[in-house]
């Protein structure tokens, strides 16, 4: 049994619904605005499907743009159950935590932060 990269299809679908740029590491050089998604845990559940734990940090260079970036990224996750991303299918979403204001402590940017469980279909592997 395989599994897919969470964040990577998380990512994908994120950029494409909100139209926001959506990385894994923040940029050298910052955008304006930007969406940070960390794999921040999970677990296997029933032996075929991957629970990952995503943490999202929504930068912005004011708060008002960042709080309304994390409601789009919460909208769209919510959104996600039942829908199949690159051939994956997302059997249930849930949210850990709703967003949160949580400015950067180096450089004080607005930033806000939101958690969600996404529970992901393993995939056959050749000669599995």
């Known amino acids: 049994?395989?599994?897919?990269?969470?964040?990577?299809?998380?990512?994908?679908?994120?950029?494409?619904?909100?139209?926001?740029?959506?990385?894994?590491?923040?940029?050298?050089?910052?955008?304006?605005?930007?969406?940070?998604?960390?794999?921040?845990?999970?677990?296997l559940a029933n032996g075929v499907t991957d629970v990952a734990r995503l943490t999202f940090e929504c930068w912005a260079k004011s708060k008002i743009d960042a709080q309304a970036d994390a409601q789009q990224v919460r909208a769209a996750m919510l959104a996600l159950r039942g829908v199949t991303l690159s051939g994956v299918k997302v059997h249930r979403v849930e949210e850990i935590s709703a967003p949160m204001d949580s400015p950067d402590s180096d450089s004080s940017t607005p930033r806000y932060v939101l958690t969600h469980e996404v529970y992901l279909r393993g995939t056959h592997r050749k000669g599995q």
């Open 1 to 43: 049994m395989g599994f897919a990269n969470a964040q990577g299809l998380v990512n994908a679908h994120l950029s494409e619904a909100t139209g926001l740029r959506c990385v894994t590491t923040i940029p050298t050089t910052r955008p304006d605005r930007f969406v940070r998604t960390i794999r921040t845990g999970g677990f």
